[in-house]
C-alpha cells in the first residue's frame, strides 16, 4: 500500500487537489489556531491550508513522497509544515489542540488501536476532525477503497474513538451523510461519507 502511494504522489499532478478537504475547511474555520497535527495527510494539503489560516502544522503520513509535494505546496503558500515519515502504528504526536485527517481508512485493528491512542495527545479542550467514506460507498465509483473492511461504519468508529482506549471526547457531530465531492479525478461524485467533530472534555 505505501508503494502505491508514493508512486501516486511522485505524479506532477495532485492527487486529491491542492485545496483543503471542503468537511475539513467547515470545521477548523470556525476554530481558534494553535498546535494541529494532520494525520495521514498525503500532499500536506489540508496541512497547508490550516498554517495559512495561523495554524502551527505537523503532519504525519507513511509515504515519503508526499513530503515533497507538501514541501511544495507550503512554499507556493509561503507556510512552513513539519512533516514526519511516520506510520500510524509508531507514530507519538506532540501536544496539540486539533488533529486532523481526511480519506485516513486503514485496517480496523491498526485504527481501532491507534486513532484511540493518539487522541490522547489533544489538549484538554482540544479538537478531533475526520471526514472518510462510509461502507455504503463501497457500489460507488466516487472514490475510496474497494474493501469494506477499509470503510467506516459510523456505530463502529464512534465507539473506538470514545471508548475506554480513548480520552474522554464529546461528540460534536457524528453523521453519515450523502455529499458531492470536486477534489480530483479520484473523489469526484455523489459520495456518502462519515464525518466525525470530537471535543476533549
Ligand atoms: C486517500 S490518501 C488521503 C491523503 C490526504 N489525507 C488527503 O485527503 O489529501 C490516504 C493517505 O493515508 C496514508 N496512510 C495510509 N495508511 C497509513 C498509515 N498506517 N500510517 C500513515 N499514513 C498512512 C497514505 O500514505 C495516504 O497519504
Not at 122 to 130: D, I
Not at 169 to 176: D, G, P, R, T, Y
Request: aromatic letters at 8%; glycine letters at 6%; charged letters at 25%.
Amino acid at each position: 500500500m505505501k508503494d502505491r502511494w508514493n508512486l501516486r504522489f511522485a505524479q506532477d499532478d495532485w492527487a486529491y487537489g491542492k485545496e483543503a478537504n471542503e468537511y475539513l475547511k467547515q470545521i477548523i474555520t470556525e476554530l481558534e489556531p494553535g498546535e494541529a497535527w494532520f494525520a495521514a495527510d498525503g500532499e500536506g494539503r489540508n496541512a497547508v491550508w490550516a498554517a495559512t489560516l495561523g495554524w502551527n502544522c505537523q503532519v504525519f503520513d507513511y509515504a515519503a513522497m508526499g513530503a515533497a509535494k507538501c514541501k511544495m505546496l507550503a512554499d507556493e503558500h509561503d507556510v512552513k509544515v513539519s512533516y514526519h515519515v511516520k506510520d500510524l502504528v509508531d507514530v507519538q504526536l506532540s501536544k496539540c489542540d486539533l488533529i486532523a485527517c481526511s480519506w485516513f481508512h486503514t485496517s480496523p485493528e491498526i485504527r481501532s488501536r491507534h486513532m484511540p491512542r493518539i487522541l490522547h495527545s489533544l489538549r484538554v479542550g482540544g479538537h478531533f476532525v475526520m471526514e472518510g467514506y462510509h461502507k455504503s460507498q463501497m457500489s460507488r465509483s466516487s472514490g475510496g477503497p474497494k474493501n469494506l473492511d477499509l470503510l467506516f461504519d459510523l456505530d463502529e468508529v464512534i465507539a473506538e474513538l470514545t471508548g475506554p482506549a480513548a480520552p474522554h471526547m464529546k461528540v460534536i457531530q457524528a453523521e453519515v451523510t450523502e455529499t458531492t465531492l470536486d477534489e480530483s479525478d479520484l473523489h469526484r461524485g455523489d459520495a456518502m461519507v462519515v464525518r466525525i467533530h470530537l471535543k476533549r472534555v
